[in-house]
Every structure is written in structure tokens, then in C-alpha cells.
């Protein structure tokens, strides 16, 4: 493996331990506020929803699908199901809309 190789790894290391290790040094003793805290609960599930929602309007060969597909994550995702229920009921509404409709 070449120095540049182990250079990038150390960096992405690096990159990665700091935004986890700030919020240990600074709120070590102190309680995060419940307003806060439900604040950063969502804060994943806005960027995911951020980086995937582009790519359903963008599908080159036929919209409906990532119309249906996200329909589907979305219905499923507002009855309450679990992150990875909901890609699994996306993917089976898409492989059968997929396999009636193409």
C-alpha cells in the first residue's frame, strides 16, 4: 500500500473521530436540552430524505418509477414502519411495478 493510500485513510480517520469527539469534550457534564435533542433526532432522516429525493425526479427512463417507488416509501414510512421496512416495502412496490408495468 502506498503512503498516499495510507495519507487518505489517516485523513478520512481524522475527519471522521472529530464530529464525534466534540460533543464529548463539550457537553461532558451538561444535559442536552429535550427542544435540542429533538432537533438532532431528525437531522438524519432531512439529509437522507436531502440526498435521495433529487434522484426520484431525476430517472432518465421512466418518472413513474421513482414516483411509485417513493410513494410507496413515503406511505410507509406515515403508518410508522422501521427505516429498513421501508426500503423493503419501496423495493417490493417498485420490482412489482417493475415487472406488470414494463
Do not use: C, H
Not at 464529548?24 to 429535550?34: D, Q, R, T
Not at 429533538?38 to 437522507?48: D, Q, T
Not at 418518472?63 to 422501521?82: C, R
Amino acid at each position: 500500500m502506498s503512503s498516499t493510500m495510507l495519507m487518505i485513510i489517516l485523513g478520512l480517520a481524522i475527519v471522521t473521530y472529530i464530529p464525534r469527539m466534540i460533543p464529548l469534550v463539550f457537553f461532558k457534564s451538561e444535559k442536552i436540552p429535550a427542544s435540542v435533542q429533538g432537533v438532532l433526532k431528525n437531522v438524519p432522516f432531512a439529509i437522507l430524505g436531502a440526498l435521495i429525493f433529487p434522484g426520484v425526479l431525476t430517472i432518465s427512463d421512466n418518472m413513474m418509477f421513482g414516483i411509485v417507488g417513493a410513494g410507496a416509501a413515503f406511505l410507509a414510512a406515515y403508518l410508522g414502519a422501521n427505516l429498513i421496512i421501508v426500503v423493503m416495502v419501496s423495493v417490493s412496490v417498485l420490482s412489482t411495478y417493475a415487472y406488470f408495468f414494463s
